[in-house]
T-cell receptor
Framework: GESVGLHLPTLSVQEGDNSIINCAYS??????FIWYKQESGKGPQFIID?????DKRQGQRVTVLLNKTVKHLSLQIAATQPGDSAVYFC?????????????FGQGTILTVHP | DSGVTQTPKHLITATGQRVTLRCSPR?????VYWYQQSLDQGLQFLIQ???????AKGNILERFSAQQFPDLHSELNLSSLELGDSALYFC?????????????FGSGTQLSVL
């Protein structure tokens, strides 16, 4: 029978290209956002975070952009390398009675070809 | 290495059984979180504990329970197991209890219910 599962968006790039991974979040009360990378067989690994009072934050080879008007988050990876191949998740936190709870998006599969 | 330790890495059991998953948070972290990752549901938040007390709760089944001990390690108990409980279970930790904190994830426990 047909298997049931999440159909994750995929992004395929060449080594050295820039990658942009997009995420739409759901809760307009969310005030903290974070990107994780998950490699096969491993737990999610922190990449970069941003608070709602900012619209851009840069790290090493990565940039996160936040557009609160349309509830959109993006992760830009510069000079993508084969080691960047993984599933990328955005997550949001609404604070308050949610405490530290992060709500995760479905994920995007990034494949980098040498 | 995130500093979060989960045991066991793999667990195979039968329907109707009960299992316990264990987590040791990063040194100094007071909050522990449990997440379930399955193919059809993605990363789902189960529960958060802070310094021994429950803080936030997700869609955790009544058959599942968790606790955090005085030494801050946590256990997730899954009982009356069903085939659909087969999933990766992740533990994460953070320094405090509130919003705006990055979570550090362990490598997970792969549970297979046969």
């Amino acid at each position: 029978g047909e298997s049931v599962g999440l159909h994750l968006p995929t992004l395929s790039v060449q080594e050295g290209d820039n990658s942009i991974i997009n995420c739409a979040y759901s809760n307009s009360a969310s005030d903290y956002f974070i990107w994780y990378k998950q490699e096969s067989g491993k737990g999610p690994q922190f990449i970069i975070d941003i608070r709602s009072n900012m619209d851009k934050r840069q790290g090493q080879r990565v940039t996160v952009l936040l557009n609160k008007t349309v509830k959109h988050l993006s992760l830009q990876i510069a000079a993508t390398q084969p080691g960047d191949s993984a599933v990328y998740f955005c997550a949001e936190n609404a604070g308050g009675t949610s405490y530290g709870k992060l709500t995760f998006g479905q994920g995007t599969i990034l494949t980098v070809h040498p | 290495d995130s500093g979060v330790t989960q045991t066991p890495k793999h667990l195979i059991t039968a329907t109707g059984q009960r299992v316990t998953l264990r987590c040791s948070p990063r040194s100094g972290d007071l909050s522990v979180y449990w997440y379930q990752q399955s193919l059809d549901q993605g990363l789902q938040f189960l529960i958060q504990y802070y310094n021994g007390e429950e803080r936030a709760k997700g869609n955790i089944l009544e058959r599942f329970s968790a606790q955090q001990f005085p030494d801050l390690h946590s256990e997730l108990n899954l009982s009356s197991l069903e085939l659909g409980d087969s999933a990766l279970y992740f533990c994460a930790s953070s320094q405090s209890q509130g919003s705006g904190e990055k979570l550090f994830f362990g490598s997970g426990t792969q549970l297979s219910v046969l």
